[in-house]
Structure formats: C-alpha cells, structure tokens
C-alpha cells in the first residue's frame, strides 16, 4: 500500500489538488497481490491497516497516513468513510506502461480524475 499512498500524495502535491476537487480515485491492481486490500467496508481498526479506500481516501484527504487514520474512532468517521465512495479499483491492465514479462515488477498505478475532467496520472515500481 505504500507505493499507492505515496503515488496519491506526490500527485495531490504536484497538481495543487483538494479533496474538493477529486471526482475519483483509480487505484489499478495488481494481478497478484492486491485483492486482499480491496475492502469497501471495514468492521474494525485493524482492518482499517489492509483496505486501499480507507488508507487512500486518508491521504487525499489529509495529504499524510498516520496513526490517527487506525484508531476505532477513524472507523466511524463519516468524513473518512463518505470520502471512501471515490476510489475505485480497476484491471491492471488499463494502466499505461503495463507489460505481461513479469508479475511480481508490476508498477503500482493511481489515476486521479477530477470533477472538471482533468486527468493525472502515475505509477511506481518499487
């Protein structure tokens, strides 16, 4: 989760951009190991520290993950879990730059799509 967290916050840097502006949040899994993060409801703190929408709609909105984003209050922050709504999970293959050589060298990619129809873009591979 790191490269997408990282990826989220140097784009949100990059372009100026605020939660306000965001319309979505594209995070392009993995074929191999991202489907377990995948967590559109959370029941607990701890599963807080494994799901993608909760740990990316933290950075987009606060520019930062800490402590404070897995406590049993961030669970039913109504902030955090309306925000939620906008990151969407999608094929891996409809990042650009993605090959099929190797699984495990798959670049983490997040799209940020904002409500006025600018689109940016960026993908990690370590």
């Known amino acids: 989760m790191h490269r997408q967290i990282g990826l989220l916050v140097e784009l949100r840097e990059k372009y100026n951009l605020s939660f306000e502006d965001v319309g979505v949040v594209e995070l392009h899994l993995r074929r191999k190991g991202d489907t377990p993060c995948d967590r559109p409801s959370t029941k607990d703190a701890k599963d807080l520290q494994f799901n993608f929408q909760h740990t990316l709609t933290a950075a987009m909105l606060d520019a930062d993950v ?8 961030a669970v039913v922050d109504p902030r955090l879990s309306k925000a939620c709504s906008k990151v969407e999970f ?21 799209i940020i799509k904002t409500k006025d129809g600018r689109r940016f873009s960026q993908e990690k591979n370590t």
């Open 90 to 110: 999608m094929p891996s293959t409809s990042c650009v730059g993605l090959s099929d050589d190797s699984m495990s060298d798959e670049p983490a990619c997040v």
């Open 66 to 73: 800490g402590f404070e984003h897995f406590t049993p209050e």
